[in-house]
């Protein structure tokens, strides 16, 4: 199977600082692939570029075999904070992905915000302002929005940061059930070990910076696609777990 | 009692809040009359407020006040709007295109600090006395400041909320009109809400310097004659209108935004 994201040569410096090291990485459509790594490593850089918000200083990005050049609606980032626009409601942020859409009427415009309102259990809030609502549902919107743009790829930046233990537990499961459903590709840049092979098809660990990869594990092989939330408690997660915490100290040489 | 009154960085009830507000001024109005009652303060150094409502009623009724407010208040009003208008675009474009900002960010942060009443000379060599001194003047306090205060709340807009507009298709233009513009919406308009105050100062050095007309000609003049209390029902009135002006805002600004 031929990559859907493909990272071909791509390096990027700021200035004299080398933030990310010549990567080739080949991503596959409709998964969950987490970028994990030692915070500031270079790791949301590289996934800004598939947005096409950062330039590769050399080497390029493609998307489906088209090379990225600018930020577009099919690829829709999810930010730690400051997701949704506190000026609109709810059903105005997820309205907001569609509004430089021309392909479709208003009124699919409206079908499709009432989906996803739906979808992520935001129906009784659609008229609440972002400051009436809790962080947890705050990201919800913004995956929403996202979502409603028509993105296929979401690239999120540590998305679940800023929530409570429960609420993060909540959305990562829903969001890996939408990611399933909906068929998307998803670039999750974490640096929480659990988060990360609890959600991951394949976890791409990064070295400290400049970021390069140094290991490439594929977890959908050892938990299958299916992630309920017992499955944290299985013999086979812990294993998982330890072995991608031995590969950090490792490889690393730090705690994430 | 009242203890639950005192609670550090506690709340009071909007009803106690006004009541209090109320309670205050009028203790400080009994003060000023009781002293000046008392015969301890000459009178036209202090007369007592009710000689200062008389005046302010004789003014009223027989000395066109109504005419020199609205005089002064058109002055205000139109060098404020000829600030803002200008003000805000530049002052977006300054943060939005760093190259314009550093062409007039070192010019404006330089103007900003002549103090207005050392350009009261220059500007009647240029205009005279006529109304265009004391617009130039009053737009020379505000548009410098106003544009250095507008460009630092573009330049805040988070860039979170850029990227999310331009990853959802929004052109340039569009993450200005429907991101940018919406975030600065509520600090604009307390930044205008400021700087309107601090044209109602330099209207009144303005007015002093070069004016047959308007509020501070009115205190002025009455000054010279040493009638205390014309003076000082001058100066009630602008506290007055600010007061009512900085209401209004207030209330624009709730119903603009009541998002917050």
């Known amino acids: 199977m031929s990559a859907y994201v493909q990272f071909a040569d791509t390096a ?65 980032m999810v930010f730690q904070s400051y997701s949704s626009f506190p000026w609109l409601t709810v059903e105005r942020n997820i309205a907001f992905g569609m509004r430089y859409r021309n392909d479709i009427t208003s009124a699919q415009k409206s079908e499709r915000t009432r989906h996803y309102l739906d979808l992520f259990g935001l129906a009784d809030f659609a008229a609440s302002y972002p400051n009436r609502i ?36 909540r959305l990562q499961v829903e969001l890996r059930l939408i990611q399933i459903r909906e068929e998307k590709t998803v670039i999750f840049v974490t640096h929480d070990v659990e988060e990360a092979v609890f959600l991951a098809d394949r976890i791409i660990l990064f070295s400290r910076r400049p970021a390069s990869v140094v290991a490439d594990i594929d977890v959908a092989a050892e938990l299958g696609p299916q992630r309920p939330l017992e499955i944290r408690e299985t013999q086979k997660f812990f294993e998982l777990r330890n072995k991608v915490l031995h590969l950090i100290r490792n490889e690393t040489g730090t705690a994430v | 009692m009242f203890s639950n009154l005192f609670v550090f960085r506690g709340r009071v009830a909007p009803m106690v809040e006004l009541s209090v507000g109320i309670a205050a001024a009028f203790l400080v109005v009994a003060a000023w009359e009781a002293a000046a009652r008392s015969g301890i303060i000459a009178p036209q150094f202090l007369p007592s407020p009710t000689r200062v409502v008389a005046a302010l009623w004789t003014m009223l009724t027989e000395q066109n006040l109504v005419w020199h407010v609205a005089v002064s208040t058109a002055r205000v009003w139109i060098a404020f709007l000829l600030a803002a208008a200008m003000a805000i675009p530049i002052g977006i474009m300054m943060s939005s295109y760093r190259i314009i900002g550093a062409a007039l960010e070192p010019m404006i942060d330089f103007i900003r600090y002549l103090p207005v009443p050392a350009l009261v000379p220059l500007s009647i060599i240029w205009f005279g006395v006529g109304e265009e001194t004391k617009v130039f003047l009053l737009w020379l306090g505000t548009f410098f400041q106003l544009v250095l205060l507008v460009a630092d709340d573009m330049r805040r807009v988070p860039q979170e909320f850029v990227e999310v507009a331009r990853t959802v298709g929004a052109n340039s233009r569009q993450v200005m009109t429907d991101v940018a513009l919406r975030w600065m919406g509520p600090t604009l ?69 009541r998002y917050l």
């Open chain 1, 12 to 76: 990027k410096s700021f200035g004299p600082v080398e933030v990310v090291r010549k990567t080739n990485l080949g991503l596959e459509r409709n998964s969950l692939v987490v970028f994990l790594g030692p915070s500031g490593c270079g790791k949301t850089t590289l996934m800004r570029m598939v947005g096409g918000l950062d330039e590769p200083t050399s080497g390029s990005i493609l998307l489906g075999g088209e090379k990225v050049v600018r930020p577009d609606r099919r690829r829709g």
């Open chain 1, 134 to 169: 809790s962080g947890g549902m705050r990201q919800r919107v913004a995956i929403a929005r996202t979502l409603a743009a028509g993105s296929d790829v979401l690239l999120m930046d540590e998305p679940f940061g800023a929530l409570d233990a429960l609420t993060r537990e």
């Open chain 2, 189 to 257: 308009i307390d930044n205008l809400r400021i700087t309107l105050g601090w044209c109602w100062t330099y209207l009144i050095i303005a007015e002093i310097v070069a004016a047959d007309s308007g509020i501070g000609y009115v205190i002025w003049t009455a000054r010279r004659f040493v009638k205390t209390p014309e003076v000082m029902a001058g100066v009630v009135v602008i506290g007055l209108i600010g007061l009512v002006t900085d209401q209004l805002l207030r209330l624009l600004h709730r119903r603009l935004f």
